[in-house]
């Protein structure tokens, strides 16, 4: 699967903004789907994942309650929207597939997307 990030930008703390993740093929809702980033000078760092069908998420500490994820299979694209940001969620954004394990526990993923920077100004 190839995954293309978008939607990232700059924008002002406490604005919002909708990362879109669009999948190829056409299996995309066997694919549990996750969101990571990294900052400047960091390591990656989880986000939030989401099940096949959508009936399950988690968040990281950092993010629950500010961010959420969601997914539409028919249009084989998963979504974060990002409210109430600070300058501290500036990170460039990953979308990751995979389709060998099942749930949201495991942060495993095997496949990655390019990125899209997100940049949150104070």
């Known amino acids: 699967v190839q995954l293309q990030a978008y939607g990232g930008g700059l924008v002002q703390a406490g604005g919002s903004l909708r990362l879109s993740c669009a999948a190829s093929?056409?299996?995309?809702?066997?694919?549990?789907m996750g969101w990571f980033r990294q900052a400047p000078g960091k390591e990656r760092e989880f986000v939030s994942i989401?099940?096949?069908?959508?009936?399950?998420?988690d968040y990281a500490d950092s993010v629950e309650g500010r961010f959420a994820i969601s997914r539409d299979n028919a249009k084989n694209t998963v979504y974060l929207q990002m409210n109430s940001l600070k300058p501290e969620d500036t990170a460039v954004y990953y979308c990751a597939a995979d389709s060998r394990r099942y749930g949201i526990s495991s942060r495993s993923f095997d496949y990655w997307g390019q990125g899209t920077l997100v940049t949150v100004s104070s």
């Open positions: 989401i099940n096949r069908s959508g009936s399950s998420t």
């Open positions: 093929g056409r299996t995309f809702s066997t694919y549990r």
